[in-house]
């Protein structure tokens, strides 16, 4: 039973990840009809405006420092970030400890630019252009961008680490009655999950219960209409884009600490999150969240010791292969609208 709850939390940790992309991508799809092979890219710059405004915050200069001597007995020259310099050394390193999760502040704005930008820039030219040419050209500006990281951060992952506070794991094991120490699990890695459902609530509510929203939701099942209706239908859809871009990338901001960024990580996710929407149903907002969840606990059960052993490499093919099965009997996917995908 522990393993099993144990699976269990390694899938919700993967399915929070493969949701957050698949729903910015089910957002995209289902506002402007695009598909966006450039949103893992999104996921990617999210984790390195958490590498950029960690390595802003660690900016220091020289001073000499009295109290303290060289081997020689001259006073030693220390390094001093500049937040100290601002805020005092306290304040200072208390702001350099939750540079995490002060990126999310950091990114938004510079996410949201971005997708602007993307939107505006090349994705309008696009709309009405076979699905195949939206695939090459958005697959082409994501090894542009990810080149682009490359050129700048290298192509070493960069660790990011979480703030102190959440360093260390959480005895799930003593919590539920289990022998201490059976069910061990990453604090942070429980952050990222609370965080993840925060976020996918609130873009549900956004389109649910918000005018803006509803405009949307409205647009996505019939554009001309509400264009009749004297509505810039177009202006909302890039505003769209943007939040869409703005969830891939504090979810690469929270990922940091995860999995250490590098500027193939978007692709290491692209493909998968593609799967994840395809499964729940394209255009499905639910039925995206649902696989994400679904998919990452499966990939979790695969990745044990006795189903390595008795199928190998089934936990680099399970997904794939329950998306074969969901295709071939649903193509529609688990969710998706009644004749999508089954012309």
Same mark, same amino acid.
């Given at each position: 039973?522990?393993?099993?709850?144990?699976?269990?939390?390694?899938?919700?940790?993967?399915?929070?990840?493969?949701?957050?992309?698949?729903?910015?991508?089910?957002?995209?799809?289902?506002?402007?009809?695009?598909?966006?092979?450039?949103?893992?890219?999104?996921?990617?710059?999210?984790?390195?405006?958490?590498?950029?405004?960690?390595?802003?915050?660690?900016?220091?200069?020289?001073?000499?420092?009295?109290?303290?001597?060289?081997?020689?007995?001259?006073?030693?020259?220390?390094?001093?970030?500049?937040?100290?310099?601002?805020?005092?050394?306290?304040? !200072?390193?208390?702001? #350099?400890?939750?540079?995490?999760?002060?990126? *999310?502040? +950091? $990114? &938004?704005?510079?996410?949201?630019?971005?997708?602007?930008?993307?939107?505006?820039?090349?994705?309008?030219?696009?709309?009405?252009?076979?699905?195949?040419?939206?695939?090459?050209?958005?697959?082409?500006?994501?090894?542009?961008?990810?080149?682009?990281?490359?050129?700048?951060?290298?192509?070493?992952?960069?660790?990011?680490?979480?703030?102190?506070?959440?360093?260390?794991?959480?005895?799930?094991?003593?919590?539920?009655?289990?022998?201490?120490?059976?069910?061990?699990?990453?604090?942070?890695?429980?952050?990222?999950?609370?965080?993840?459902?925060?976020?996918?609530?609130?873009?549900?509510?956004?389109?649910?219960?918000?005018?803006?929203?509803?405009?949307?939701?409205?647009?996505?099942?019939?554009?001309?209409?509400? !264009?009749?209706?004297? #509505?810039?239908?177009?202006?909302?859809?890039? *505003?769209? +884009? $943007? &939040?869409?871009?703005?969830?891939?990338?504090?979810?690469?901001?929270?990922y940091a600490p995860i999995n250490s960024p590098n500027y193939h990580m978007?692709?290491?996710?692209?493909?998968?999150?593609?799967?994840?929407?395809?499964?729940?149903?394209?255009?499905?907002?639910?039925?995206?969240?649902?696989?994400?969840?679904?998919?990452?606990?499966?990939?979790?059960?695969?990745?044990?010791?006795?189903?390595?052993?008795?199928?190998?490499?089934?936990?680099?093919?399970?997904?794939?292969?329950?998306?074969?099965?969901?295709?071939?009997?649903?193509?529609?996917?688990?969710?998706?609208?009644?004749?999508?995908?089954?012309?």
């Amino acid at each position: 039973m522990d393993a099993i709850i144990l699976q269990i939390l390694n899938g919700l940790d993967k399915g929070s990840a493969y949701a957050l992309i698949a729903l910015g991508l089910t957002l995209i799809f289902g506002t402007l009809g695009v598909v966006n092979f450039a949103h893992g890219a999104l996921f990617m710059l999210g984790a390195f405006c958490a590498v950029t405004l960690s390595q802003i915050l660690t900016l220091s200069h020289e001073v000499i420092d009295d109290t303290r001597t060289d081997f020689l007995g001259n006073p030693l020259k220390v390094d001093v970030p500049y937040v100290y310099d601002i805020f005092g050394q306290a304040a !200072g390193d208390t702001i #350099i400890d939750w540079a995490v999760p002060l990126g *999310i502040l +950091f $990114a &938004i704005p510079i996410m949201a630019g971005i997708g602007i930008a993307m939107e505006r820039g090349l994705i309008k030219h696009f709309y009405k252009r076979p699905h195949a040419d939206q695939i090459l050209v958005t697959f082409g500006l994501a090894i542009v961008l990810q080149e682009i990281i490359k050129y700048f951060y290298g192509a070493n992952p960069i660790p990011t680490p979480a703030p102190d506070a959440f360093i260390g794991s959480f005895d799930f094991g003593a919590m539920l009655g289990f022998d201490p120490g059976s069910i061990i699990y990453p604090y942070w890695r429980l952050v990222y999950f609370l965080f993840a459902m925060t976020i996918i609530a609130a873009v549900f509510a956004f389109l649910q219960f918000t005018t803006f929203g509803m405009v949307v939701r409205a647009g996505m099942a019939d554009r001309e209409t509400v !264009g009749l209706l004297g #509505i810039n239908i177009d202006k909302r859809f890039t *505003i769209m +884009f $943007a &939040i869409a871009a703005c969830v891939a990338g504090v979810a690469g901001v929270m990922y940091a600490p995860i999995n250490s960024p590098n500027y193939h990580m978007g692709m290491d996710f692209l493909v998968l999150s593609f799967v994840v929407v395809v499964v729940g149903g394209m255009g499905s907002l639910p039925g995206a969240v649902a696989a994400g969840f679904l998919l990452g606990i499966l990939e979790s059960f695969a990745s044990m010791s006795w189903a390595i052993n008795l199928v190998p490499g089934i936990n680099q093919i399970i997904i794939y292969l329950v998306a074969i099965i969901i295709l071939l009997t649903r193509p529609r996917g688990l969710l998706g609208r009644k004749g999508v995908m089954e012309d």
